[in-house]
């Protein structure tokens, strides 16, 4: 099984940027940031999916302020949050999954326990 750790959360004033990392013990060619605020759904935030090159996917609602990507070297991945809003505050989870699949959607076979992020207006 593939073990996953975030880290980077924290409390942040709206408009300012914070940057996960998740460190994973294995190769997944999908892996994705995901996050859930309380009594609302977990919602997908970003995946990318590796092979050879990456592809990026985004939510709308993060579009233009968040980055994700991976060093494939190190087995991390990475969310660079610019220009954060309160509405961002939640606990952010890193996932992963094998397969071509790379949707917000798709089953992720791998969770990380989450880091918070909470944003202050």
């Known amino acids: 099984d593939v073990q996953l750790r975030e880290s980077g959360g924290g409390l942040v004033q709206a408009g300012g940027s914070l940057r996960l990392s998740c460190a994973a013990s294995?190769?997944?060619?999908?892996m994705g940031w995901f996050r859930q605020a309380p009594g609302e759904e977990r919602e997908g935030v970003a995946t990318?999916?590796?092979?050879?090159?990456?592809?990026?996917f985004y939510a709308d609602s993060v579009k233009g302020r968040f980055t994700i990507s991976r060093d494939s070297v190190k087995n991390t991945l990475y969310l660079q949050m610019n220009n954060l809003k309160p509405d961002d505050t939640a606990m952010y989870y890193c996932?992963?999954?094998?397969?071509?699949?790379?949707?917000?959607?798709?089953?992720?076979?791998?969770w990380g326990q989450g880091t918070q992020v909470t944003v202050s207006a």
């Open positions: 996932a992963a999954r094998m397969g071509s699949r790379c949707f917000f959607g798709s089953d992720y076979h791998y």
């Open positions: 294995g190769w997944s060619p999908c």
């Open positions: 990318v999916y590796t092979y050879g090159s990456s592809s990026t």
